[in-house]
Structure formats: C-alpha cells, structure tokens
T-cell receptor
Framework: QKEVEQDPGPLSVPEGAIVSLNCTYSNSAFQYFMWYRQYSRKGPELLMYTYSSGNKEDGRFTAQVDKSSKYISLFIRDSQPSDSATYLCAMSGPSTQGGSEKLVFGKGTKLTVNP | DTEVTQTPKHLVMGMTNKKSLKCEQHMGHRAMYWYKQKAKKPPELMFVYSYEKLSINESVPSRFSPECPNSSLLNLHLHALQPEDSALYLC????????????FGPGTRLTVL
C-alpha cells in the first residue's frame, strides 16, 4: 500500500460546481497536511495547510482532515475556469533522518473547470 | 512575503556541459530543498539542507551536486547529465525543516540534449 493515495482523475466539472478532492494515507504519524495547486509547467503553490485534525476555510476553499479515517479533503466552492490545475495533497510527520522532514505527495488530481 | 525565486527559468545543456541552478529565499527559513519533477508526476525529493547542513540526500547520482552558501541561497551544480535528467527542478524552503509547510519556487525547466 502506498503511503498516500490520490485519484489522478482527470476530473472535469462545469463552472460554478462544488469540487471535492481527496487523499487517503496509511502513516498515522503524519501531522501536517497540505494542498498544493500546480498550473501547467509551473511550481506548486501552497493553497491550504492544516495541522492535525479539523477543518480550515479560506475563501472558496475548505480543507478537512479526519485522522481517525486517515482521509483528507479539499472542497472548492463556486469553481472557476482559473481553478483548472493539478491539485497535489502532501503530508509530513516525524522524521527518521536527522530531524529533517520529508513531504510525501499524492500523485495529483488534474482538474478542469469548463466555462 | 512567501516567495522563493529560481534562476534560470529555462536551461538547455549538452551532456558534457557544466551548469548551475540557483535558488533564493528571504523568508528567514532555515531549511531548503531540491526536488525533481517529471511530467504528470509529483515532485521527488533530491536533497534537504537544514541550517546550512546537508541533512537528506536521497541517493541522487553524483552528477548532481548541491551547495548551500548561506541560509538564503541554494545551488544545484550539474555536470555530465543524461537526457533522462530533463525535468522541472524545484526549490522549496520551510521554516525549520521539521514537520512544517514548504513553499516552492517556480522551477527551472531543464532540457539535456
């Protein structure tokens, strides 16, 4: 079983739809949970981050972490064509190498929002 | 300011060339990272510098040589690369190198001929 599982899609929705993106993970030691948005041929942009369990909201974006189920979600409300990108989940936890942490990424979900 | 800058944006090099990629951040972060990303794949960690010391080296071939001159700068020296090394090279930084968030630069698109 991979440490982080993410459906690569592609996911295509009409403008204005609510989008739900999800990742599951197996390592219960993960503490930080992040969502990155990556436009084609650009670097990943940090969108949301959550420490431990709970919800976090920022404008049209809501991140949820359920540590008991090892499941994280990103919701996008009123989706726009400019939201079309690849969304990567990432997480980190206690290190095994000299105190430095490794981010473990999902494969990324490619989202297209159609006007 | 959460900006990580990288130069150059694009680089084309032959297999016998020597070149360097540069990364800079002014957020006071003490950990900096190099990642390699192939098309339609997530970033793969190459190196981590924490407090200017190399703390993670993911068994990367010696034709890639990282250098951290100070806490704001990170270089990646390239020599005798192979065509399969063509990829997007990403730099990132984080506050301490612990379990905290990483901020990525825009990347250098490298093509090896």
């Amino acid at each position: 079983q991979k440490e982080v599982e993410q459906d690569p899609g592609p996911l295509s929705v009409p403008e204005g739809a609510i989008v739900s993106l999800n990742c599951t993970y197996s390592n219960s030691a993960f503490q930080y949970f992040m969502w990155y948005r990556q436009y084609s041929r650009k670097g990943p942009e940090l969108l949301m981050y959550t420490y431990s369990s709970g919800n976090k909201e920022d404008g049209r974006f809501t991140a949820q972490v359920d540590k008991s189920s090892k499941y994280i979600s990103l919701f996008i409300r009123d989706s726009q064509p400019s939201d079309s990108a690849t969304y990567l989940c990432a997480m980190s936890g206690p290190s095994t190498q000299g105190g430095s942490e490794k981010l473990v990424f999902g494969k990324g979900t490619k989202l297209t929002v159609n006007p | 300011d959460t900006e990580v800058t990288q130069t150059p944006k694009h680089l084309v090099m032959g297999m016998t060339n020597k070149k360097s990629l540069k990364c800079e951040q002014h957020m006071g972060h003490r950990a900096m990272y190099w990642y390699k990303q192939k098309a339609k794949k997530p970033p793969e960690l190459m190196f981590v510098y924490s407090y200017e010391k190399l703390s993670i080296n993911e068994s990367v071939p010696s034709r890639f040589s990282p250098e951290c001159p100070n806490s704001s700068l990170l270089n990646l020296h390239l020599h005798a690369l192979q065509p399969e090394d063509s990829a997007l090279y990403l730099c990132a930084s984080s506050s301490s190198g612990g379990a905290d968030t990483q901020y990525f630069g825009p990347g250098t698109r490298l093509t090896v001929l």
